[in-house]
C-alpha cells in the first residue's frame, strides 16, 4: 500500500507543474488532459471533452491527471474543477536533503512568489529548517542535513 498526495490546483495545474519542474527538478511521468479522457463525448450534444467529468467549458485543455516525482516521492496532481480556487490548508509536504546548500536552494525557489512562515535556520535536529508556502498555496518544510542522533 502507498499514500500519495494529491494535489487540486482547480486551474494552475500546468503552470505550478513547470514552476515544480524549475525550482525542484520535478520530471512527469504523464499527463492526461480534460480532451483525452475517454469518456468524454458520451453524454451527447457537442464537445463534451471537459463537461463528460462536469467540467465547466472551455476547460478541455485543463490538467486532468498528472503524476510527477520530486526527487524519489511520486506526487500527483490535477486542475480540479477549475474554480480558480485551490486550498492547502492542514498539509504541508516535506523536502529532505543531505545537505544544507540543497535546502537553501530549494527552499528560496519555493519562496520565489510565495511566502516565508518560517526562514531557514539551524534547529536542533537538523542544519537547515524553514517553511514556505508557494505561491500555489501548498505548504512546504524543508529540512537539510538532518542530525541523526543514536536513540
Known amino acids: 500500500m502507498q499514500v500519495q498526495p494529491y494535489l487540486f490546483f482547480e486551474g494552475r495545474c500546468e503552470e505550478a507543474i513547470t514552476f515544480y519542474r524549475e525550482s525542484l527538478g520535478a520530471q512527469v511521468l504523464m499527463m492526461m488532459r480534460f480532451r483525452d479522457n475517454p469518456d468524454a463525448g458520451k453524454?451527447?450534444?457537442?464537445?463534451?471533452?471537459?463537461s463528460g467529468c462536469g467540467m465547466p467549458p472551455g476547460s478541455e485543455d485543463k490538467v486532468?491527471?498528472?503524476?510527477f516525482t520530486?526527487?524519489?516521492?511520486?506526487l500527483m496532481a490535477s486542475d480540479g474543477m477549475c474554480s480558480g480556487k485551490p486550498n492547502f490548508?492542514?498539509?504541508?509536504l516535506s523536502i529532505?536533503?543531505?545537505?544544507?546548500?540543497?535546502?537553501?536552494?530549494?527552499?528560496?525557489?519555493l519562496s520565489d512568489g510565495g511566502q516565508v512562515q518560517m526562514p531557514l535556520t539551524q534547529t536542533f535536529f537538523?542544519?537547515?529548517?524553514g517553511m514556505v508556502q508557494d505561491k500555489f498555496g501548498v505548504s512546504w518544510m524543508v529540512v537539510g542535513g538532518a542530525e541523526n542522533k543514536p536513540a
Request: proline share 0%.
Open 43 to 50: 453524454s451527447g450534444g457537442g464537445n463534451q471533452a471537459a
Open 64 to 67: 486532468m491527471h498528472v503524476a
Open 70 to 74: 520530486v526527487g524519489q516521492s511520486m
Open 89 to 92: 490548508q492542514g498539509v504541508s
Open 96 to 109: 529532505s536533503t543531505e545537505d544544507e546548500q540543497e535546502a537553501e536552494k530549494f527552499f528560496h525557489a
Open 126 to 129: 537538523a542544519k537547515r529548517f
